[in-house]
Nanobody, 121 residues
């Protein structure tokens, strides 16, 4: 069983930055691709970013490319999402996930409880 706990969400003005963290309670953290998804009010949950097991490859949704950076520290069992140049449309609950990977929810077996990010205009 993998438990994921996100932190770092909050309220920020447009143009600002936030760094989300997701701590995993599992000894085999490096065997999982890690992803970030988000659900905006009234919308379906959508893919944001993913990082492969070693951290060698990263993938992003077009809407966040060049603004968000995903990274991981396998020694700390933690994945991060650095979010810069935030926009009001980035407002959502952000979830981290662990699994085989991809940009669909079905590629992930474990999910955190989510952390709220609110961007004011």
């Amino acid at each position: 069983q993998v438990q994921l706990v996100e932190s770092g969400g909050g309220l920020v003005q447009a143009g600002g930055s936030l760094r989300l963290s997701c701590a995993a309670s599992v000894r085999t953290f490096s065997s999982y691709t890690m992803g970030w998804f988000r659900r905006a009010p009234g919308k379906e949950r959508e893919f944001v970013a993913a990082i492969t097991r070693s951290g060698a490859s990263t993938y992003y949704a077009d809407s966040v490319k060049d603004r968000f950076t995903i990274s991981r520290d396998n020694a700390k069992n933690t994945v991060y999402l650095q979010m810069n140049s935030l926009r009001p449309e980035d407002t959502a609950i952000y979830y981290c996930a662990a699994g085989d990977g991809g940009d669909y929810e079905t590629g992930y077996d474990y999910w955190g409880q989510g952390t709220q990010v609110t961007v004011s205009s």
